[in-house]
């Protein structure tokens, strides 16, 4: 069975409010997966900050 054209009369356009929504969906899933990956490594840092600072306070100042 042969395929059927592109250009045939029987092929319907695509809706684009569809293509709309599914494009924004697929950002946000793209933001959602960067957000996942970004904000924990960032606490992760702050975290490292906040027990350098602390244990530098312990330890006086050493001049």
């Known amino acids: ?3 059927r054209s592109f250009s ?3 092929w319907k356009p695509e809706n684009r409010a569809l293509v709309v ?3 924004a ?3 946000l899933l793209i933001v959602v997966v960067w ?4 904000v924990p490594a960032g606490l ?3 975290a490292a900050i906040a027990v350098k600072a602390i244990k ?7 001049a």
């Open 56 to 62: 530098g306070a312990r330890a006086g100042p050493e």
């Open 1 to 3: 069975m042969p395929w």
């Open 44 to 46: 992760l840092a702050l």
């Open 35 to 38: 957000l996942l990956a970004i």
């Open 25 to 27: 969906l697929q950002l």
């Open 21 to 23: 929504v599914v494009t």
């Open 8 to 10: 045939s009369n029987s």
